[in-house]
């Protein structure tokens, strides 16, 4: 029997961390599979479905940029944080079926404990960012200030998922935040910075940059110099690796491992 495998597709995906994850988390439970990545352009999504379905080894992928959103047509069912956040991270597959899910939201939330926060600024406006404002939602956050270069997409999301706030142009300050989460790909190795938006963000505040590739970014830098609190890329990227790895192998993370693996990851 061909050996069961996982994997995850984006363009570009030379960066991802996550086979690194998932098969140091195989090797610590003894499981007999492997995780893997693949490059999959956007004009070769729909033709990568159609044939990983007849793969009986294929247990299912992750997606990471630019497909959360349009991988949603080539799915047969969507769960229901899927459904709520309008956008997949994770596909699995059981007898040729596609299901779509959303791991990214329970990702995002697992490191900010049960803290609240009143008034949020969040960089960017994809897929990433749909998950944090449906988490932000469930949280309660009074007032949300969403910053991309398309305003109106921006509040188009705001709208979407209930929350009051504002959509501005990128880089452009809102009110002063308790939580500043950069959802973009800015400040990631090859993309430009980010403006120095940690100065939006009050005295006590935390700042949250979900880029892992470096994982120290110039904003996370910039706001411990600040003395903000902070939370770096790895802490979503495992979190939300963790819901994906028992779906697709069926046992619960091993996450008493995390401060190996975080080394692992950073060496």
């Not at 090797?27 to 999959?40: F, M, N, S, T």
Request: with cysteine; aromatic share 6%; hydrophobic share 45%.
């Amino acid at each position: 029997m061909t050996r069961p495998y996982a994997e995850v597709i984006g363009d570009p995906i030379s960066h991802s961390k996550s086979p690194l994850i998932h098969n140091f988390w195989l090797e610590k439970l003894g499981i007999d599979a492997e995780y893997r990545r693949c490059h999959v352009k956007a004009e070769e999504l729909a033709v990568y479905f159609m044939q990983k379905r007849g793969d009986a080894a294929w247990r299912g992928c992750n997606i990471t940029v630019p497909h959360k959103v349009a991988a949603l047509a080539e799915v047969d069912s969507i769960g229901d944080a899927a459904r709520a956040i309008g956008a997949i991270n994770t596909v699995i597959c059981a007898g040729g079926t596609l299901s779509g899910h959303n791991t990214d939201c329970a990702g995002f939330l697992e490191p900010l404990g049960d803290r609240r926060f009143e008034v949020v600024t969040v960089i960017g406006a994809g897929g990433a960012a749909r998950a944090v404002l449906a988490g932000l939602a469930t949280r309660g956050a009074q007032w949300v200030s969403v910053q991309n270069r398309s305003v109106d997409k921006a509040q188009a999301l705001l709208a979407e998922f209930g929350l009051k706030g504002c959509a501005v142009p990128l880089g452009e300050q809102g009110r002063m935040a308790d939580l500043l989460v950069n959802t973009s790909s800015l400040g990631m190795v090859g993309q430009p910075e980010l403006p120095p938006v940690e100065q939006q963000v009050a005295d006590g505040g935390l700042v949250y940059d979900i880029v892992y590739a470096p994982l120290e970014t110039r904003l996370l830098k910039a706001a411990r110099e600040r003395g903000l609190a902070t939370i770096d890329g790895l802490a979503m990227l495992i979190g939300q690796a963790a819901v994906a790895f028992e779906l697709f192998f069926g046992q619960p993370a091993p996450r008493q491992h995390d401060p190996e693996l975080r080394i692992l990851l950073t060496a």
